[in-house]
């Protein structure tokens, strides 16, 4: 039997990260490792809290527990823990999100019968009252052409990182998480499809993705290069896409961008990318309007 290791980067979050790590403890699959990697900074306040939170299962050899110098954000953790991990196979998962029972041994299973390199599901979120607030099937099917996973991709995304397992030496292959501010897991599973990985998908839900109470998203507008890294990448392959595609993509980049600036107050950038978002395609833009606007009035 294979070894999966399950890397796990933490920050700020020590009150969530328990629910995560029991979750992988439920699993039924028998030799699985889980890699901690604590982003928070050596000797910091939540570094001190998260290893105190972990206390137990450090004592119980549960869980390989590293922690960060300083704090190097989530791709590079991420990198540490794949590094420093031994599985044959690699899964993620975020500190307040949770496993549902057979997760492993699902795409473990999967992997295995089809010869892929990367297994994929469908995914759900959950606010902290239980309520289910969106449900993420992914935009692919098994036996689909490397081309049509390639637009897939780039207009509507396989994400998110939870859901992903990779064989081991396939996930070295394509160089593990780029450091950049925004679109790490976009990048990932770009260069999974370029470098032509054998991609499977299974359409249940076994991972849980939780809000609890804070937006998933971040607003900071030291994201915004990585944005634009995303939106170049994309726009590579716009010779494959449709009119609407292309349409759709460059209104979804700068109406993000215009959320961005506007929750942070910089209201003149805010109007410029309204403006090209809408000459991009109204009807998108009135459809981004419409997944903001809650936002947008708090």
Same mark, same amino acid.
């Given at each position: 039997?294979?070894?999966v290791?399950?890397?796990?980067?933490?920050?700020?979050?020590?009150?969530?990260?328990?629910?995560?790590?029991?979750?992988?403890?439920?699993? &039924? !699959?028998? &030799?699985?490792?889980?890699? =901690?990697?604590? &982003?928070?900074?050596?000797?910091?306040? $939540?570094?001190?809290?998260?290893?105190?939170?972990?206390?137990?299962y450090?004592e119980?050899?549960?869980?390989?527990?590293?922690?960060?110098p300083?704090?190097?954000?989530?791709?590079?953790?991420?990198?540490?823990?794949?590094?420093?991990?031994? @599985?044959?196979?690699?899964?993620?998962?975020?500190? $307040?999100?949770e496993?549902?029972?057979? /997760?492993?041994?699902?795409?473990?299973?999967?992997?295995? %019968?089809?010869?892929?390199?990367?297994?994929?599901?469908?995914?759900?979120? !959950?606010n902290n009252? @239980?309520?289910?607030?969106?449900?993420?099937?992914?935009?692919? &099917?098994? @036996?689909?052409?490397?081309? %049509?996973?390639?637009?897939?991709?780039?207009t509507?995304?396989?994400?998110?990182?939870?859901?992903?397992?990779?064989r081991?030496?396939?996930?070295?292959k394509i @160089?593990?998480?780029?450091?950049?501010?925004?679109?790490?897991?976009?990048?990932?599973m770009?260069?999974?499809?370029?470098?032509?990985?054998?991609?499977? =998908?299974?359409?249940?839900?076994?991972?849980?993705?939780?809000?609890?109470?804070?937006?998933?998203?971040?607003?900071?507008?030291?994201?915004i290069?990585?944005?634009e890294?995303?939106?170049?990448?994309?726009?590579?392959?716009?010779n494959?896409?449709?009119?609407? %595609?292309?349409?759709?993509?460059r209104? /979804?980049h700068?109406?993000?961008?215009?959320?961005?600036y506007?929750t942070?107050?910089?209201y003149?950038?805010?109007?410029?990318?309204? =403006?090209?978002?809408?000459?991009?395609s109204? /009807?998108?833009?009135?459809?981004?309007?419409?997944?903001?606007?809650?936002?947008?009035?708090?």
């Amino acid at each position: 039997m294979k070894k999966v290791s399950i890397v796990v980067p933490t920050y700020k979050r020590n009150k969530y990260i328990i629910r995560a790590l029991d979750s992988i403890l439920m699993q &039924d !699959y028998p &030799d699985i490792e889980i890699v =901690v990697v604590d &982003d928070n900074g050596e000797g910091t306040e $939540d570094q001190l809290a998260t290893q105190e939170s972990l206390h137990e299962y450090i004592e119980n050899n549960q869980i390989r527990y590293i922690r960060n110098p300083i704090n190097v954000g989530g791709a590079i953790a991420r990198n540490n823990g794949i590094e420093q991990s031994t @599985g044959e196979y690699i899964t993620f998962l975020d500190d $307040d999100d949770e496993y549902l029972p057979g /997760k492993i041994s699902i795409q473990v299973r999967a992997i295995e %019968e089809n010869g892929w390199d990367l297994c994929v599901m469908d995914g759900e979120t !959950y606010n902290n009252k @239980g309520e289910m607030l969106s449900h993420k099937t992914q935009p692919i &099917d098994n @036996g689909m052409s490397q081309e %049509e996973i390639l637009k897939a991709h780039i207009t509507k995304h396989i994400t998110g990182t939870n859901v992903f397992m990779f064989r081991r030496e396939a996930l070295l292959k394509i @160089g593990m998480f780029d450091q950049i501010s925004a679109g790490q897991e976009f990048m990932l599973m770009q260069k999974a499809i370029t470098n032509h990985l054998k991609i499977g =998908v299974i359409h249940e839900v076994y991972v849980h993705f939780h809000m609890d109470g804070q937006e998933r998203i971040s607003t900071r507008l030291s994201k915004i290069e990585g944005l634009e890294l995303v939106y170049q990448e994309k726009k590579k392959y716009f010779n494959i896409l449709t009119g609407d %595609e292309r349409a759709y993509i460059r209104s /979804k980049h700068h109406g993000t961008l215009f959320y961005m600036y506007y929750t942070n107050k910089k209201y003149g950038k805010a109007s410029t990318e309204l =403006v090209k978002a809408f000459f991009s395609s109204p /009807k998108y833009t009135w459809e981004t309007y419409q997944e903001r606007k809650g936002k947008l009035r708090r």
